[in-house]
């Protein structure tokens, strides 16, 4: 008798739990992750905590290709509402195929502004390029830099340092300072020839020009 009234004990406890808990409600371990969205992030960097904005192709949720990537950098005292505001129509110029991120720059104390530090956004970048492939479908053939200003010159940086990572890079407006590169990758230099850093900017397009096998003389303005 005692064993039939625990198994009547034990059945009617089963029963009890399959009405409390339906499948969705039962509990488990880990809940599902939620679907990633466009939006600020957060990374910590260097024991800093840094700041990107994510940008989804609107069928990102849809597919499940490899899609490209492209981090721009913004120009002095500016920030990733930039890239979003309409001052900088990178959407615009590439369409909806490529998952974007814009980093924010660290806010420097001593000239009142943000502006890129090359030892600190060196590291935020290969933090990036670290932990997004496996957070993101992204095709690790296919990263792209772009930048305005101090954003391309640290572009320039970028392709110089990384450019065995890189796919091609494409700085608006700006110098190099690193002329030790590694790697073989395109350059899309943009200036504008009445630009007051036309000569700076002119600096890089030498180099990049020289680097990749060619004489500078090979183009005109």
């Known amino acids: 008798m005692n064993s039939i009234r625990v198994t009547l004990i034990l059945l009617l406890s089963a029963l009890l739990a399959g009405c409390l808990f339906d499948n969705d409600d039962r509990p488990s371990g880990d809940p599902p992750a939620a679907p990633l969205t466009s939006g600020l992030k957060t990374i910590t960097s260097a024991g800093q905590e840094r700041s990107y904005y994510l940008e989804l192709p609107s069928d990102y949720a849809e597919s499940d290709a490899p899609r490209p990537l492209i981090i721009a950098y913004h120009g002095t005292s500016l920030s990733h509402e930039d890239w979003l505001n309409g001052r900088y129509p990178l959407k615009e110029a590439v369409g909806d195929g490529a998952i974007l991120i814009y980093p924010d720059a660290l806010f420097n104390e001593a000239a009142g502004y943000t502006q890129w530090d090359e030892a600190m956004d060196s590291a935020m970048f290969e933090d990036l390029l670290a932990i997004l492939p496996s957070t993101l479908r ?57 630009d007051p850093l036309f000569n700076i900017s002119k600096v890089a397009h030498d180099y990049w020009v020289r680097y990749n096998g060619y004489v500078p003389s090979i183009t005109t303005p």
């Open 138 to 194: 992204l095709d690790p053939d296919r990263i792209f830099i772009t930048g305005h200003s101090s954003g391309a010159g640290f572009a320039n940086v970028l392709g110089c340092n990384y450019g065995d990572r890189i796919r091609a890079i494409a700085p608006v407006v700006g110098t190099s300072t690193d002329f030790t590169c590694t790697g073989s990758f395109a350059v899309l230099d943009i200036v504008g020839t009445r």
